[in-house]
Nanobody, 114 residues
Framework: QVQLVESGGGLVQAGGSLRLSCAAS???????MRWYRQAPGKPRDLVAT???????NYADSVKGRFTISRDNAKNTVYLQMNSLKPEDTGVYYC?????????WGQGTQVTVSS
């Protein structure tokens, strides 16, 4: 059983920045890790992916503004969010495949005011 714990969310004005963290209870070194977000009344959407080798991919809506990174020594994945927009508001979830199962964190709320 793996636990993922997100932190770093909060209330920020448009144009501001936040850095989210996702701490895993086990090693993430061989795992691709992902950040998703879910706006109220909307489905959960993929925001960013980082492979075990450090390759990254982003949703078009966040390219150039968000950066996903990982620190395998700390079993932690980060999401640096800059130039935030009101449409970035939502609950942000960390996700990873460990063994044959996908694990999710509990989410962290990000609210961007206009």
């Amino acid at each position: 059983q793996v636990q993922l714990v997100e932190s770093g969310g909060g209330l920020v004005q448009a144009g501001g920045s936040l850095r989210l963290s996702c701490a895993a209870s086990g090693s993430i070194s061989v795992n691709a890790m992902r950040w998703y977000r879910q706006a109220p009344g909307k489905p959960r959407d993929l925001v960013a992916t980082i492979t075990s080798g450090g390759m990254t991919n982003y949703a078009d809506s966040v390219k150039g503004r968000f950066t996903i990174s990982r620190d395998n020594a700390k079993n932690t994945v980060y999401l640096q969010m800059n130039s935030l927009k009101p449409e970035d508001t939502g609950v942000y979830y960390c996700n990873g495949l460990f063994g044959l199962s996908f694990y999710w964190g509990q989410g962290t709320q990000v609210t961007v005011s206009s």
